[in-house]
């Protein structure tokens, strides 16, 4: 079992509509991340938020917004997208930012398809 | 800048024989490196990571990895295939040596292992 929590695991929505994803830890971690992944693709960086202040965003499109509630979810609200954002979003989290004695714990992520 | 290559997006392997897939990196700064593996619908998980403590790093499910400066490489290794190792392999490198680069996560383009009975 993943300890990254995310929901829902599968979405279909239009282009006009407007949709959340949801991650959840309880592991105490401090850094959160929001990746992308595309089919037979690497996941991509989209945001990461640290001690719950966004301090990454990969120059991502404003029809994704993050948002950090709390220490422990993490939501992307989703507005106006396009088919081509049809992918895999991946949930992660980790003790801190720093990363290198900190991996990243995935979640299972959301199938989204927009049509 | 960082980068890596994983060679081979597939490899074939029979059951019981050795699982080799191939990392290399491109690092300015001694890189932090990992391993993860993704199944079928699922999100990615840590197979092994590399801080520098050792050179030879032994992981999850009877993985391990050996980091060789020299050749700029972290080739992942198991003796032994079964079919429950039929999975995307990541490679990833960190670097930790500016706050520009914290968090970021440069992961290779993955291969694909498929074992055969």
């Known amino acids: 079992d993943t300890e990254v929590t995310q929901t829902p695991k599968h979405l279909v929505m239009g282009m006009t509509n407007k949709k959340s994803l949801k991650c959840e830890q309880h592991?105490?971690?401090?850094?959160m991340y929001w990746y992308k992944q595309k089919a037979k693709k690497p996941p991509e960086l989209m945001f990461v938020?640290?001690?719950?202040?966004?301090?990454i965003n990969e120059s991502v499109p404003s029809r994704f917004s993050p948002e950090c509630p709390n220490s422990s979810l993490l939501n992307l609200h989703l507005h106006a997208l396009q088919p081509e954002d049809s992918a895999l979003y991946l949930c992660?989290?980790?003790?801190?930012?720093?990363?290198?004695?900190?991996?990243?714990?995935f979640g299972n992520g959301t199938r989204l398809t927009v049509t | 800048a960082q980068s890596v290559t994983q060679l081979g997006s597939h490899v074939s392997v029979s059951e019981g024989a050795l699982v080799l897939l191939r990392c290399n990196y491109s690092?300015?700064?001694?890189?932090?490196l990992f391993w993860y593996v993704q199944y079928p619908n699922q999100g990615l998980q840590l197979l092994l990571k590399?801080?520098?403590?050792?050179?030879l790093v032994k992981g999850i499910n009877g993985f391990e990895a050996e980091f060789k400066k020299s050749e700029t490489s972290f080739h992942l290794t198991k003796p032994s295939a079964h079919m429950s190792d039929a999975a995307e392999y990541f490679c990833?490198?960190?670097?930790?040596?500016?706050?520009?680069?914290?968090?970021?996560?440069?992961f290779g383009a993955g291969t694909q292992v498929v074992v055969t009975p």
């Open positions: 590399y801080t520098s403590a050792a050179t």
């Open positions: 938020y640290s001690y719950e202040k966004l301090s």
């Open positions: 592991m105490g971690h401090r850094a």
């Open positions: 992660a989290s980790s003790q801190d930012q720093a990363g290198y004695n900190s991996p990243l714990h």
């Open positions: 990833a490198v960190s670097n930790i040596m500016t706050t520009d680069s914290w968090g970021k996560l440069q």
């Open positions: 690092s300015s700064v001694p890189p932090y």
